[in-house]
């Protein structure tokens, strides 16, 4: 009798899992509608405001949360604020009704990878979750330009020096909007060794996130 061959692993990618945070019942129905019907995208909780959202979160341990901003209790930002304290936070991704810089701006600041609005394309949303997932920030660029604005021109000044090559080129990398697998593959790297570099520029230049490193490296032209 033959031998049991290996058994092969399996090659399905797990789902990315969502966590929808709005007031609105019908937004929140209306999202899950749509992403019920991606593969590869599973809604896994709902949450009515800021605090239920966070401990939602806390519990379900989601990879994308998208929230909206205005809520009542505990709003978008503080929601952003307290996700960050949680031990394996998710990237949020705000999905706002608001086009005014002064209300996107400080989510932005807050922590979230990016925006979209409530009434973009279907397709183009789920778009941005993988995109979001991947570790890109989505920032248009007349919102990128008010965070450039509002930023302390002194904030990490002459921190820069202390980066070595490597960290530059990775630095440059994350301001073209790359996740840790492309810059890995860019530059022959592992990606354990790309996160090790991500963390030591932000460790360098004290800045908190991915979004403060890309617009550090605009602001001083370490861009390609």
Do not use: C, W
């Not at 007349?142 to 980066?163: I, M, Y």
């Amino acid at each position: 009798m033959p031998e049991p061959g290996p058994s092969s692993p399996s090659t399905t990618k797990p789902k990315i899992r969502v966590l929808l945070v709005d007031d609105h019942q019908v937004v929140r129905r209306g999202l899950r509608t749509f992403l019920e019907i991606q593969d590869d995208i599973e809604v896994v909780g709902e949450a009515g405001d800021g605090a239920e959202g966070v401990a939602q979160a806390e519990s379900l341990r989601p990879d994308v949360v998208l929230m909206d901003i205005k809520m009542p209790g505990t709003d978008g930002i503080e929601a952003l604020r307290r996700l960050r304290e949680l031990a394996n936070p998710a990237k949020v991704l705000i999905v706002t009704s608001f086009t005014e810089q002064r209300t996107v701006v400080p989510a932005l600041r807050a922590g979230a990878s990016g925006y979209v609005y409530k009434d973009v394309d279907p397709d183009a949303l789920a778009g941005a979750i993988r995109s979001v997932h991947a570790g890109h920030v989505l920032l248009q660029p007349e919102v990128a330009g008010a965070l450039l604005a509002q930023d302390d021109p002194q904030h990490g000044q002459g921190r820069g020096s202390s980066l070595t090559e490597r960290e530059r080129e990775v630095l440059a990398l994350i301001a073209d909007g790359r996740s840790n697998r492309e810059i890995a593959r860019a530059l022959v790297l592992s990606e354990k060794t790309v996160k090790t570099h991500v963390s030591n520029i932000l460790m360098k230049l004290d800045l908190a996130d991915r979004t403060q490193a890309a617009l550090y490296a605009v602001r001083h032209g370490l861009t390609d």
